[in-house]
């Protein structure tokens, strides 16, 4: 009995540590990617300390390994069962009787504790990081941004209130939509008819209005006028706003259903919401399935040669997989099928086929 407790503990270490190290290797290599398109952003639109892009780029790491976790448990599982197999220890293994879903239970169950800190602990401290990365990128290079870009560029929004129609353009947003930077508010009276151009350096959604700071208004046949602050009126809600330029990876676990609640109250599809909220109610079965994927091409002995061949093998089936739960989530957002279907079915699918082929390769 202790001789199995110690060889499960040492089979979940082994996928623990593959695991870890190919989410630092996939993290490092984002953060540099992405530290260069910041650096990129600087030189093009303003020079910004380096340290703020650091800071920036480390920000926005969280939100985005969080994508690539599936990933990295796919491959460190990979990992963990051909290192395991290279030693011979797989083969030692299966003489002393163990089947394939005893030295595969550590795994999964390594698996499935990942999924569920990384959907309560790990998902709102990205949220907030990415939160936070959207407000200082918007002061960074929101108004450099907006002096060099076309009008087919930048966020544009169509609002209605009680003076009259608005259009607004804005370089960047942050808190999800409710502070505008570099904003260019073009306004028009009751009749459709041109009034002002209102420039501010931020725009921030009050009740019923949007408050614009460092205004500079222009109106036909007068100077430009500068003001400290300045109000343009507006039926838009918070929620609305959200639903329009909001980012649903800035959303934590614990605020979409909120936001669900909203969006269904203000009239809007809360579709992208509910879709995200199943995707992370799922991740732990995720990355389960994950294990059984890279377990069917991972078991074969060293000595029976063609590694390559199955590693390349996994990384296509990992590749269609993720193809197959990203055309899905769109078919889900787009209402055809329910959330539920549009985030289980692939999971399922791939579960019973993974699960298919290790039976054959266990049993003949």
Known sequence: MT????????????FLMTIIGTFLL????????DLVELLRQSGKFGSVRAGRLIWMGL???????????????LVGSIGALLMLSRKSELAVMRSSGM?????????VLVAGFIGVIAVTVYNPLAAAARTEAERLFAES???????MRTQSYGNWLRQDGPDGASVINAGAHAQRGLTLTAVSIYQFDAEGRFVERIDGSRARLRDGYWEVRNAWVTRMGREPEKFDQYIVSTYLTPERVQDA??????LSIWELPGMIEAAEKAGLSASRYRIQLELLLARPV?????VLLGATVSLRSFRSGRVQTM???????GFGFFLLTEISRQIGVAGLVSPSVAVWVPLIVTTMVSTMVLLHQEDG
Not at 3 to 14: K, S
Not at 59 to 73: C, H, M, Q
Not at 99 to 107: D, K, T, Y
């Open 3 to 14: 001789t199995a407790r110690t060889l499960r503990r040492y089979i979940a270490r082994r």
């Open 26 to 33: 996939c993290s490092i290599l984002i953060f540099m990617i």
């Open 59 to 73: 920000l926005r790491l969280p939100a985005y390994t969080e994508i690539l976790l599936g990933f990295a448990v």
């Open 99 to 107: 089947s394939v879903w005893q030295f595969l239970r550590p795994g």
């Open 141 to 147: 290079f929101g108004r450099e941004a907006n002096i």
């Open 245 to 250: 330029l909001g980012s649903v990876i800035s």
């Open 286 to 290: 995720l990355l389960m399935t994950m």
């Open 311 to 317: 590693v390349v093998t996994g990384m296509i089936g």
